[in-house]
């Protein structure tokens, strides 16, 4: 019987199931993406937000177990336009990507200060808090990069450019799309200033990454903006 008290987590998905109740994806600090029936739910007159960090308590036995309780461990938080549809796409990352039940907290704490800095963040710094925690979930997939160094084990040189070639890292080209410079700020220090035209070069690469997992499957939320 498992019985779990209060640990942080993260709405990422909900839909309907057997009438008055409802399935909710959640990414949870300690037990990673776990999804629980809540019984009863649709009639509540307050439905649990999403992009809000609660405190949840559930309980059961086999794979479904149900949701007891859910505590507000956080200012409710009401994304809209452009920002709504970036914090979708994390979400929809997340549900298409990360295993079930085990637990990822350095994703959890990077989805957190992307949805909590959102609003407030220029355009430059969304983007760029994105390519973070995409970064930080291909790395706990398994497929993160070592920004300082080519295929070969050489170091990246800030004057030379790059191609990405999946499953092999990155090969020196002299017609390469990815200036040394960009992957070595990467490395060194992800809290300096990215030009407009680096943010989108990273895009770039980050996009080619992610298609290696997503497959064919189009996600949702890039039909309703391009995302940064």
Known sequence: MTNVELTPAFLLHRR???GNSLLLDFLTRDHGKIRLVARGIRKNKTPIQMFQCLKISFKGRGGLKALANTESNDLPRRLLGNNLVLAM???ELLSRLLPEAEAHPRVFFSYQKFVEGIS?????EQQLT???FENQLLEELGYGLDFRCDYSGQPISSTMNYHFAEQEGFFRHADGKIPGEILLKFAADTTQNFSTKELKIAKGLNRQRLRALLGD???KSRELFVVN
Do not use: E, G
């Open 16 to 18: 309907t199931y057997q």
């Open 89 to 91: 796409y994390a979400n």
């Open 120 to 124: 407030q963040a220029t355009d430059s």
């Open 130 to 132: 994105l390519r973070l």
């Open 217 to 219: 499957k189009p996600l």
